[in-house]
């Protein structure tokens, strides 16, 4: 599991680890280290939320320290499936478009509704108390990483290219240990989050199945930049859903 952890933070973040092939293979092979390297990156971007300043400036620090952890390559993809997704044609037509360096318009406002919709969720997020935003953004990025690997054991690989190397090299019964490993984001809970926390750990999954289904019939095949895109994604749909359920219940 420590190999494939490690290949997992090399796939999913900018941090120092070091890679190895044993460890990109042992990562395709498990997908509970998905969920292990979202731990990590959650628990890295949470701190500004804890520091003593504004919400406002928390919550930047918050986006800041997101994509220091993790780069851009997951909100590339994001971009890249925007402007797939506005473009008609074939599937092969919109891969065509996916290799585009490119941002077209379709991308340039995936992305910017993506990053406002997640700034707005961390203010959601934060307005609830230092103690409950840093669950809810822990909650919400452990969400996003059990949705990939959710698309990973399940989804049906695309064209030869990254997606292809991670998706169907594990079986969906790999998924348990990673429901396993995801089980703690929701527990020891502070005082009334407990639901707000189920909410943004089932969200992630759902909207990455719903992201798969979209590249199946429109790219033939989960790809790379569907991954990232299931990601951000993901990530947002959790934080907001655990800032609603907060806020209901």
Do not use: Q
């Amino acid at each position: 599991m420590l190999t494939a952890v490690r290949g997992a933070l090399a796939f999913l973040t900018r941090l120092p680890v070091g890679s190895d092939g044993a460890a990109w293979d042992a990562f395709r092979a498990t997908p509970a280290a998905f969920v292990v390297a979202g731990y990590v990156v959650g628990g890295l971007a949470a701190l500004p939320l804890l520091a003593p300043v504004p919400v406002s400036t928390a919550v930047a620090g918050y986006l800041v320290a997101l994509y220091l952890v993790t780069g851009v390559t997951h909100a590339d993809g994001l971009a890249d499936c925007g402007d797939a997704a506005a473009a008609h044609g074939a599937a092969a037509d919109r891969r065509e478009i996916l290799r585009d360096s490119r941002t077209g318009v379709g991308g340039a406002l995936a992305l910017g509704v993506a990053l406002v919709a997640l700034a707005l969720g961390g203010l959601g997020a934060a307005g609830a108390g230092p103690r409950v935003s840093v669950r809810l953004v822990l909650a919400a990025e452990v969400s996003a990483k059990a949705g990939m690997a959710a698309l990973a054991a399940l989804g049906d690989p695309g064209h030869e290219g990254l997606g292809s190397a991670v998706v169907g090299e594990a079986s969906g019964a790999a998924l348990l240990p990673a429901v396993a490993v995801a089980v703690p984001a929701a527990l020891a809970a502070p005082s009334g989050s407990g639901p707000a926390l189920l909410a943004a750990l089932l969200a992630g999954p759902a909207v990455a199945l719903l992201v798969g289904r979209w590249a199946t019939a429109r790219l033939g095949g989960v790809t790379g930049d569907a991954f990232g895109a299931a990601n951000e994604l993901g990530r947002i749909a959790a934080l907001h859903a655990g800032v609603i359920a907060w806020t209901l219940w």
